[in-house]
């Protein structure tokens, strides 16, 4: 299969932009396209067959669910029942936007394989000119995970999707970088406080500023019985091991000499003040005064790692206030949980 990628202009808003890619849709076929959060791959979420080629496409675990996607908030209520009015003001609050709702889902509507094992379904209105326009022309929803094969990290760039699914997929549509850079936050309904799945671009902060207090869903202790079925999966590895470090240029400076000593060759993720230049790839992701650029630029360096030589990856951890939770929560999963120990 031949992947055609075709640029859209985000500021050009045309209806003709989508044609080909809704005529794909509607046959049945995916297509790649961005959203503000990440790229996602797209199939219409009412065909079966056409979800199906999503879980082929990118060897994502068949009991892994998948997003839905809406073009207008009215949306949620063909798909959904018991929507709470603490729902209805985060949707006001925050969509469209990088916040997915889950909720218990309406039998019937959605195919069944977007929700494998569960009795909900998790919505999103994602805000991004490409993402809107893609839904308003096909007037039908997307269930869409992110566009990379699965294990990687998430796609921010359509040349992300092209590398990791070239030949897999027909059609990528480019809309250049996308902003927020990780994966929305997702937050279940269905319990009391709402629990928080996993971290995202929509703090908790801000969550608890609209609904007053919500849960954060533990890890470790889902890690047998996870909620977020994805918890589950090792997530956004880079080849190399990846080691967490903290953001200090003393320490990150004698990490690369212990490492060198050990002939290993290194590449650093880190923010733009701290670049170690005795590093043989350091990866400046932005200013550590400006965490929403970090976590914008993260995915992209842990795939610039991936073209390096570099036998270990030390990343610069952040502080969790704001968006750090949600790049921390990230760094975590790519790290597997490991942090460098100096030998001294
Ligand atoms: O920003 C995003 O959310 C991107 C863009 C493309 O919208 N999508 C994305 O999808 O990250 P994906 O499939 O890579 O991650 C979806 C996460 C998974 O961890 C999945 O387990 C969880 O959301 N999820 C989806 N539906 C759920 C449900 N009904 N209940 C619990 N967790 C759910
Ligand atoms: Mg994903």
């Keep these: 299969m031949e992947t055609i990628v075709v640029s859209v202009d985000n500021f050009l808003d045309k209806e003709n932009n989508y044609e080909q890619a809704v005529d794909i849709l509607e046959k049945g076929d995916v297509v790649a396209f961005p959203t503000e959060t990440v790229y996602g791959l797209g199939a219409l979420a009412t065909d079966e067959a056409a979800v199906d080629k999503i879980f082929k ?18 949306e949620v209520n063909y798909y959904a029942v018991n929507v709470p009015a603490t729902a209805q003001a985060l949707m006001d609050a925050f969509w469209p936007g990088p916040l997915t709702l889950v909720f218990e889902r309406i039998p019937g509507t959605i195919a069944q394989n977007v929700t494998p094992g569960v009795s909900t379904v998790g919505i999103r ?40 699914l070239d030949g897999r997929i027909p059609f990528i549509i480019d809309g250049g970088q996308t902003g927020v850079g990780l994966e929305s936050t997702v937050l279940d309904m269905t319990t009391e406080p709402p629990t928080i799945l996993r971290p995202g671009g929509i703090t908790t902060e801000m969550i608890e500023r609209v609904i007053g207090s919500v849960e954060v869903a533990s890890e470790g202790v889902l890690e047998e019985a996870p909620r977020a079925p994805g918890m ?16 200090n240029r003393a320490k990150i400076a004698q990490a690369v ?18 670049n170690v230049e005795t590093a043989n790839w350091y990866f400046a992701i932005g200013s550590s005064e400006n965490k929403e650029e970090m976590a914008t630029n993260l995915y992209k360096a842990l795939r610039q790692c991936d073209r390096t030589n570099a036998d270990v990856i030390l990343a610069a951890e952040l502080d969790l206030e704001g968006v750090g939770t949600a790049f921390m929560n990230r760094l975590v999963k790519a790290a597997d949980g490991k942090r460098y120990k100096s030998l001294s």
């Design 125 to 164: 209105m994602p805000n991004h000119p490409v993402a809107l326009g893609l839904l308003r022309a096909l007037k039908k929803p997307l269930a869409a995970p992110s566009a990379n094969r699965s294990g990687k990290p998430s796609p921010t760039e359509a040349m992300h999707v092209k590398n990791d």
């Design 232 to 247: 589950k999966y090792t997530h956004y590895a880079p080849d190399a091991p990846l080691l967490i470090i903290e953001a």
């Design 57 to 74: 496409a990118k060897g994502r675990p068949s009991d892994n669910p998948l997003i839905v996607h809406i073009g207008t908030p009215d």
């Design 257 to 274: 000499e212990e490492l060198h000593q050990q002939n290993k060759q290194v590449a650093v993720v880190g923010p733009t003040e701290l």
